[in-house]
């Protein structure tokens, strides 16, 4: 069931309750990382709010990390409260719609997976997820098509779209539904295609979704 609620115009300040991210959830991302198998549901993960960057950052790196990497990401913001809704209805929940970089340090998470650990130093340290500013959903008719990218210092490295998907974006928020309540302002990250490389001091990473955003950030 939807609860409808009230939310502020996409381009004013909004209260972040929680950000949440999938794993796993582009085919070329799975093939380049050599997973094994595909799970029934998303995999979902949690960051803290103190994880967001505003553009042009600057974006400071883990001290505790040799391997920092960028993932960029279809973003959504949730608009509408929802618990326990069906697929056919997860459109309404949308807000806007952004792109953004989710920071792994990849060394802690190989190191976490082995030692059977959960993802938190991984994947929720202070600004860890950099976003742009939300765009209307209504701008995007067709959110099962969307066109993003991330260059590094000017070079294309990512170049992702949303038909690749392995959950589409009505599945995540059907899914998340089931366990928590999603809330006006929540932010959820959608999974980030082939490509993921590593982030060193002084880089700049510009990330765009079809021609309404193109946003750069600042390595410290």
């Known amino acids: ?80 409260e929802g618990r326990n809704i069906d697929e056919t209805e997860a459109s309404g929940l949308i807000a806007g719609i952004g792109v953004g970089v989710d920071l792994t340090a990849r060394d802690v998470l190989n190191e976490a997976r082995k030692d059977g650990r959960d993802w938190t130093e991984a994947k929720c340290f202070d600004q860890s997820a950099l976003i742009s500013h939300f765009v209307s959903v209504l701008h995007f008719p067709r959110q099962d098509n969307l066109h993003f990218r991330l260059f590094q210092n000017g070079i294309l490295r990512q170049n992702g779209n949303t038909a690749n998907m392995i959950y589409k974006i009505p599945e995540i928020l059907a899914y998340i539904s089931t366990i928590m309540t999603l809330l006006p302002g929540d932010i959820i990250f959608t999974g980030t295609p082939a490509g993921v490389g590593a982030v060193s001091s002084g880089d700049r990473l510009l990330i765009e979704l079809e021609d309404e955003i193109s946003e750069e950030f600042l390595i410290l």
Not at 62 to 79: A, D, K, M, Q, R
């Open 1 to 80: 069931m939807v609860t409808h609620a009230i939310l502020q115009p996409v381009e004013k300040a909004f209260h972040v309750p929680k950000i949440l991210g999938v794993g796993h959830n582009y085919w070329d991302r799975f093939i380049e990382a050599n997973y094994q198998d595909v799970h029934l549901h998303p995999v979902i993960f949690m960051k803290p709010s103190q994880a967001i960057v505003h553009s042009p950052g600057p974006v400071e790196l883990p001290f505790y990390s040799n391997l920092v990497e960028f993932e960029v990401e279809v973003t959504l913001l949730i608009g509408v």
